[in-house]
């Protein structure tokens, strides 16, 4: 602020040297130019100054507010993040961050011109009196309209956020939906009409706020004639004024103009940025009011030699009521998986499969009941040391570009993993990341189970991995991985819906419409051999 007043100062005198000498042309020598010329130097280093100090000064405070907004969504809970949505979060980080970057270099700008606009009408003032009375109400008329239809436009960009996160929503649905899309073309039309609506609604809110934004700054060129006529053609008319007192005004004040659309195209993009920033501290307040004390204290040596497994007892969970319709409901659930046991949890879609797994696996907090690891019950205060003890492969896996947690792992296991996983022509392990990721859903789980077995914790948590295999290597893995995990001392927590191998399993569970009933293996027709 102090750079961009002195900026303005030095502004302000050059025009002063200007009317000065244009007043009176035989002033005019090397020492009033080279006044002039440090003064022109003065303003244009503050002003330099000024702008680059606030653009370092904003991206380390997005710098902070990024930091802190991956730090929440890292720690929130997951139930309470999946209801915030992806798109949000993405928009709100991508767009509203771009806009504030892109306006920190005109913050300097703004405060500069503001200064000047200042400094002018205090050098009008001395000029004259009478007509610095003549300017103010005009312009403080002027201002005072353009904020008004400004609080409009405001209103409009938030609309225009709306629509911009539900147009992300309609994208990202087509991209997941890709392979849906084109095997039905009822469905591809509607798909596409609603998409059509969503960007047409998006591109007419948008057109209206830049042609309101070009009405105002149109209003502003306006109030400026009308000024610069009030000057030239009605206070003449009706005052004796000195000879050049006129132009000294005039061209003062088209300065002073110049300085007032800079701050009101600065106070724009300052608005926008706002604007943003609030959907910034928006999301980010979703998040802390997701985010809850996960302690990570190193207490694993509790569950080093658990004395028994993971038991829910009377666990519920119901997800929130959604358009006047009452959510999905798991429970009440007693459930005990023993240490070394292969468990299969079966049961239609939407009986609530992936929603036990993670009440198991300590994404979810239950409603009601409880979860314990041998002796010690699982809270808020210990569920990430608990999460330690598991390596879990859901139906959707996500592989990160890096093996994270894994960087420094024994290239030659990771090898020889990938040999029995059947995958080492495709990828390889160096530098702490696969070659390729670029894989079938099938590898992808393969390449994922290679990760879980190099993590060696003692439970081992399946989401239908067997699915998207060919049936030599599903085969392989209920008749020789499983076995072998067994063997390894591991507990094996596994969705299937391979009625055919359930004899591989200790036991097998029955999730029907959010209730357990267990059922012995073999108590289905099984085949003689395999």
């Known amino acids: 602020m102090l750079a961009a007043a002195a900026a303005g100062i030095n502004n302000t005198i050059a025009i002063v040297i200007i009317n000065d000498l244009a007043d009176d042309p035989t002033k005019v020598d090397l020492v009033g130019f080279a006044v002039f010329a440090v003064v022109v130097g003065l303003s244009l280093i503050s002003a330099r100054w000024a702008a680059r100090r606030a653009v370092s000064a904003i991206e380390h405070s997005l710098q902070r507010l990024k930091l802190r907004i991956v730090d929440q969504v890292r720690s929130a809970r997951l139930a309470d993040l999946e209801r915030v949505g992806r798109s949000e979060i993405f928009d709100r980080l991508n767009q509203n961050l771009t806009v504030i970057s892109l306006s920190a270099s005109l913050l300097g700008v703004l405060m500069q011109s503001v200064s000047v606009f200042i400094l002018v009408l205090a050098y009008l003032v001395l000029l004259s009196p009478l007509m610095f009375g003549v300017i103010l109400p005009l312009i403080i008329v002027s201002v005072l309209i353009y904020r008004l239809r400004q609080r409009e436009i405001v209103t409009k960009m938030n609309l225009v956020f709306v629509a911009r996160l539900q147009f992300i929503d309609r994208l990202m649905d087509m991209i997941r939906g890709a392979k849906e899309i084109k095997l039905n073309r009822t469905r591809a039309v509607g798909v596409e009409q609603h998409f059509r609506e969503t960007s047409a609604s998006l591109r007419d809110l948008a057109t209206e706020v830049n042609h309101r934004w070009q009405d105002n700054q149109t209003f502003l060129v306006v109030c400026l004639f009308l000024m610069l006529a009030v000057l030239v053609f009605v206070v003449p008319q009706y005052v004796a004024l000195e000879p050049d007192l006129v132009s000294q005004v005039v061209i003062a004040l088209m300065f002073a103009w110049g300085s007032i659309q800079g701050s009101i195209f600065g106070y724009t993009k300052y608005v926008e940025a706002e604007q943003s920033l609030a959907k910034l501290v928006d999301l980010e307040t979703k998040l802390k009011n997701c985010t809850h004390a996960e302690s990570e204290r190193d207490v694993l040596e509790q569950w080093v030699a658990p004395k028994g497994g993971i038991e829910l007892r009377a666990a519920t969970y119901r997800y929130p009521d959604s358009n006047g319709e009452p959510g999905f409901g798991l429970g009440p659930i007693d459930l005990e998986v023993n240490v070394g046991e292969i468990l299969f949890i079966v049961g239609g879609n939407g009986a609530g499969k992936s929603t036990l797994?993670?009440?198991?696996?300590?994404?979810?907090?239950?409603?009601?009941?409880?979860?314990?690891?041998?002796?010690?019950?699982?809270?808020?205060?210990?569920?990430?040391?608990?999460?330690?003890?598991?390596?879990?492969?859901?139906?959707?896996?996500?592989?990160?570009?890096?093996?994270?947690?894994?960087?420094?792992?024994?290239?030659?296991?990771?090898?020889?993993?990938?040999?029995?996983?059947?995958?080492?022509?495709?990828?390889?392990?160096?530098?702490?990341?696969?070659?390729?990721?670029?894989?079938?859903?099938?590898?992808?789980?393969?390449?994922?189970?290679v990760l879980a077995l190099l993590e060696d914790r003692p439970i081992v948590v399946l989401d239908e991995w067997a699915a998207d295999q060919d049936p030599e290597f599903r085969r392989h893995f209920y008749e020789n991985m499983l076995p072998s995990l067994k063997q390894q001392g591991k507990t094996v927590i596994a969705v299937s819906h391979d009625d055919r191998y359930f004899h591989c399993a200790d036991r097998v569970i029955v999730l029907d419409y959010g209730e357990v009933r267990e059922e012995k293996p073999g108590s289905r027709a099984m085949p003689s051999s395999v």
């Open 357 to 449: 797994l993670k009440l198991l696996t300590g994404l979810y907090s239950p409603h009601t009941g409880g979860l314990r690891f041998g002796e010690i019950a699982v809270g808020p205060h210990n569920v990430a040391a608990y999460r330690e003890q598991l390596s879990v492969i859901f139906t959707d896996v996500h592989l990160f570009q890096r093996a994270y947690g894994l960087l420094d792992a024994d290239p030659a296991a990771a090898a020889e993993l990938l040999r029995q996983m059947e995958i080492d022509h495709k990828t390889a392990f160096a530098d702490g990341r696969f070659t390729k990721l670029d894989l079938s859903t099938g590898q992808r789980k393969r390449l994922a189970m």
